[in-house]
């Protein structure tokens, strides 16, 4: 793996998703752990992000304070449907941050992925932009989503999802080097049906229980 692949192997972050792997864990559960893990994941793919100091006054004393840079502007943008259950987390702690949508499906016949929706806020050309989606299993569907993402042209790109298999990071990198996946585990591989092994089925029916 190349230094552009950050396994994020905080316990917090390994115990909540071994919890959401288990079969049994319920909707609800899913859902409020997810927000958790992206909660985590937002803490650190923002390690970087730069401050300045103010001053400011303490009811004791004056002083210097850190304060994050207000020209560095976020914006998230999840891939649909499942990359919406990252969003809630992101947002309760970077709650500034823009939000951009973007949709594609596979078309059967051509299997060439087709954007059905997509709504990016006017400015992402001065943003850094997060790309969410829980799970990269071939990796085609965020191939595409940044393929048609840097003709916003943002600042910055990160692809942060939850779990990524090895044919998913090695597709995706071979198509965008530049861009860096965040992710909490490394998977075994996908099975014939493209799902990841062993995984967590999948993550949008078992976000929105429509399965
Ligand atoms: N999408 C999912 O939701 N789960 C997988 O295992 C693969 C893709």
Do not use: W
């Not at 917090?12 to 409020?32: D, G, I, N």
């Not at 893990?37 to 303490?58: F, G």
């Not at 050309?125 to 943002?154: C, F, H, I, W, Y």
């Amino acid at each position: 793996m190349t230094d552009k692949v950050i396994v994020i192997n905080h316990p917090l972050v390994q115990h909540k998703l071994t919890l959401m792997r288990r079969a049994e864990t319920s909707t609800a559960k899913f859902r409020s752990l997810l927000t958790e893990i992206s909660m985590l994941l937002a803490y650190e793919v923002t390690r970087d992000l730069p401050i300045k100091h103010e001053p400011i006054k303490t009811p004791l004393a004056s002083m210097h304070a850190p304060i994050l840079a207000p020209e560095k502007k976020l914006v998230i943008v999840p891939i649909m449907r499942a990359g919406q259950g990252i969003l809630d987390g992101m947002l309760q702690l970077m709650p500034s941050a823009r939000v951009g949508h973007i949709g594609l499906y596979r078309d059967p016949t051509t299997l060439i992925p087709v954007e059905y929706y997509f709504k990016m806020p006017h400015d992402t050309e001065e943003r850094d932009m997060l790309v969410v989606d829980p799970m990269v299993a071939t990796g085609n569907s965020a191939v595409a989503a940044v393929q048609r993402l840097k003709e916003t042209r943002p600042k910055s790109l990160k692809l942060i999802c939850l779990l990524a298999a090895p044919e998913g990071i090695t597709n995706f990198h071979e198509q965008h080097p530049d861009v860096p996946i965040y992710t909490a585990a490394i998977d075994e591989g996908l099975d014939e049906h493209g799902y990841i092994i062993p995984g967590l089925g999948d993550a949008g029916d078992r976000l929105f229980g429509t399965r």
